[in-house]
């Protein structure tokens, strides 16, 4: 019995060895304590699909400049010619909070100081009977996949128009944002029942203001707060004219009346109460003055 078993033995070497500093001991050790959070940070980022991104949608009627803004923001150059878009179409960028930077540019480089965060800018066609498809990326606010990640993912619309012609094309630039509006306020309806969505807020970024015809953003902000109004009144007009109270019209009457219900005149404030905060400013990509623009997506993602 002098002999312990050959199992305790190697036991007891192997533990010996351990507890006795060394150099491969302490290498192996410090391999695993390095490499075990790398791998699993590896293994996490793996899993979370890039369509977890927010997003922000470009819509409005066509020929307003949403496929150039979108090039140059992508580029950071002036846009080449661009075609007339058929289908929704992303591009990812990166925000920083940089907040020395001057212009976009600097703050959308890659090696901008202060922390980045990507998300997918869509542009979508605005040709009217394409519009669906900028429709179906604001969605109803429950998590819906569409074709660049979760609607529910959607942070703001840049509604882009044409400043230099809105006199000629209020009535159709007018009847596609009350579309979008009641789409979003629908939206954060819907919320009220379950999880609320996040608020999405909307730029009405008044494109080509280097053209002499264009429109102030302040005329832009009234002319199409007059034309929502006018829109809102007729779409309503058989139930308001044939005299019934307005406690006996359907709630499904109130759901479709866009802002304060009942109010004579439309105002964009009145969407606040859905939590669409609604912005108007004026810009121009021919002459990549669009930073004002670029600051309110910073403030989005
Ligand atoms: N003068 C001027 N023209 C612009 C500006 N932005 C875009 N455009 C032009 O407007 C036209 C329509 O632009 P596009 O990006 O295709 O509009 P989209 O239909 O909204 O995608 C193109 O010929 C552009 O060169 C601008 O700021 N000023
Ligand atoms: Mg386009």
């Known amino acids: 019995m002098a002999s312990s078993p050959p199992i305790m033995e190697h036991l007891k070497d192997a533990l010996e060895y351990i507890l006795t500093p060394s150099t ?11 490499f ?35 090039t140059l923001l992508e580029r950071g150059e002036k846009a080449a010619e661009t075609h007339t878009s058929q289908t929704p179409h992303a ?35 605005g040709h009217g009977k394409l519009r669906g498809a900028a ?14 990640g979760d609607s529910a993912m ?45 608020a999405v807020h909307v730029l009405i970024a008044a494109n080509k203001l280097d053209l002499f015809t264009a429109l102030p953003a302040s005329l832009v902000r009234s002319n199409l707060e007059a034309e929502l109004g006018h829109i809102r009144q007729s779409r309503s007009k058989g139930l308001l004219d044939s005299g019934v109270g307005t406690d006996e019209i359907g709630s499904e009457e109130q759901d479709n009346w866009l802002g304060e219900y009942g109010s ?3 105002t964009f404030g009145q969407m606040r109460e859905f939590d669409v905060e ?16 670029w600051d309110w997506i910073s403030g989005r993602i």
Do not use: C
């Open 36 to 70: 075990v959070p790398i791998l699993v940070h590896f293994f996490i980022t793996r899993q979370t699909p890039y369509t977890s991104l927010p997003s922000i949608l470009l819509a409005g009627p066509a020929g307003g400049g949403k496929t150039s803004l979108l």
């Open 154 to 198: 959607l942070r703001g619309i840049i509604f882009v128009l044409d400043a230099a012609t809105l006199d000629d094309s209020l009535a159709d630039a007018a009847t596609y944002l009350y579309q979008v509006l009641l789409a979003l306020q629908k939206r954060a309806g819907s919320g009220r029942t379950s999880r609320s969505p996040n």
């Open 278 to 293: 609604v912005d108007v400013i004026g810009g121009s990509v021919l002459e990549g003055n669009v930073d004002k623009w």
């Open 135 to 148: 429709m179906a990326q604001i969605g109803d606010g429950k998590p819906s996949q569409t074709q660049f």
């Open 264 to 266: 004579e005149k439309f």
């Open 91 to 125: 591009v990812e960028l990166t925000v920083s909070s940089d907040a020395g930077a001057s212009t976009f540019r600097e703050a959308a480089r890659e090696d901008a100081p202060g922390s980045h965060k990507k998300f997918y800018l869509i542009d979508t066609p």
């Open 24 to 34: 491969p001991v302490i290498t192996i050790g410090l391999l695993i304590v390095f």
